[in-house]
């Protein structure tokens, strides 16, 4: 099925182009609510996600899930380290935060190791490409009056992977 994706990212000069990201609709990792092992994306993660590290992709982005939430570069449910700093394996950002205006169940309270970053808020992330890194933050939404967006999560600055 991803005959496209590894021929595509296997055409790309990485010397010329460090960093590769990939946009889809439903997350493979997400905490809330399991809305990644009901509705596809346990499928997609046990299809494509061994494609996607052999790849090395560096992000995922996506939406589907009503709130923000980062991982740490991880595998098969497993962090594989704790910093973005020539990593081992794919970060994921589901960023559905934008147009949620009827709210979300939120996040448990027994988060997974994984998970290094949430919010429940309407928001935005903001990603910075530069030759040597990507820069990520994720910024909640209120009112000007009320002193307009505000930094909800750092985020991270992420180096190429490892050659």
Do not use: C
């Given at each position: 099925?991803?005959?496209?994706?590894?021929?595509?990212?296997?055409?790309v000069?990485r010397d010329?182009?460090p960093?590769?990201?990939?946009?889809?609709?439903?997350?493979?990792?997400c905490?809330?609510?399991?809305?990644c092992?009901?509705?596809?994306?346990e499928l997609l993660?046990?299809?494509?996600?061994?494609?996607?590290?052999?790849?090395?992709i560096?992000?995922?982005l996506?939406?589907h899930?009503?709130?923000?939430?980062?991982t740490?570069?991880?595998?098969?449910?497993?962090?594989?380290?704790l910093?973005?700093s020539?990593?081992?394996?794919?970060?994921?950002?589901?960023?559905?935060?934008s147009g949620?205006?009827?709210g979300?169940?939120?996040f448990?309270?027994d988060l997974p190791?994984?998970?290094a970053?949430r919010?429940?808020?309407v928001?935005?992330?903001?990603?910075s490409?530069a030759?040597s890194?990507?820069k990520?933050?994720?910024?909640a939404?209120?009112?000007?009056?009320?002193?307009?967006p505000?930094?909800?999560d750092?985020?991270f600055?992420?180096?190429?992977?490892?050659?």
């Open positions: 099925y991803l005959n496209w994706l590894e021929k595509d990212v296997s055409a000069d010329m182009y960093f590769v990201i990939n946009f889809y609709h439903r997350p493979m990792y905490s809330n609510n399991n809305e092992l009901n509705k596809g994306g993660r046990q299809q494509g996600e061994q494609l996607m590290n052999d790849l090395k560096n992000l995922v996506n939406g899930v009503h709130s923000y939430e980062r740490l570069p991880v595998f098969n449910w497993t962090a594989t380290q910093d973005y020539e990593p081992s394996s794919t970060v994921h950002i589901v960023q559905g935060a949620n205006r009827e979300n169940d939120g448990p309270t190791q994984w998970s970053g919010a429940s808020e928001g935005f992330g903001l990603l490409v030759e890194q990507l990520w933050s994720f910024y939404v209120r009112e000007e009056s009320q002193g307009g505000y930094l909800v750092p985020g600055v992420m180096t190429p992977w490892k050659k």
